[in-house]
């Protein structure tokens, strides 16, 4: 079992920074890709960004250039550097870690808000 602990989120204005973390612990795979999506009321849970265990990364077009995913040396940390924060990148954002073999984990979420 893995277990993802989300931290990080909360209100900004426009423009303005915040930085997401995600912590896993338990039996983490050593082959993975660990990832935030988010989740806006009425809308279905999207891609935010992800980075594999070989440090690839990948990013929605509507983050690109804004927000970077990186993660520690141990590869039990992911973190969101959200910059340039918009009102449409308020949701909930999930911290989720996808073995190469066997399902995925995710967290319970922390809410960001971005006030015009």
């Known amino acids: 079992q893995v277990q993802l602990v989300e931290s990080g989120g909360g209100l900004v204005h426009t423009g303005g920074s915040l930085r997401l973390s995600c912590a896993a612990s338990?039996?983490?795979?050593?082959?993975?890709?660990m990832g935030w999506y988010r989740q806006s009321p009425g809308k279905q849970r999207e891609l935010v960004a992800t980075?594999?265990?070989?440090?690839?990364?990948n990013y929605a077009g509507s983050v690109k250039g804004r927000f970077t995913i990186s993660r520690d040396r141990a590869k039990t940390t992911v973190y969101l550097q959200m910059n340039s924060l918009k009102p449409e990148d308020t949701a909930v954002y999930y911290c989720?870690?996808?073995?190469?073999?066997?399902?995925?984990?995710w967290g319970k979420g922390t809410l960001v808000t971005v006030s015009s």
């Open positions: 989720n870690l996808d073995p190469t073999y066997g399902l995925d984990y």
């Open positions: 338990g039996s983490i795979p050593g082959s993975n890709t």
């Open positions: 980075i594999s265990s070989r440090g690839t990364t």
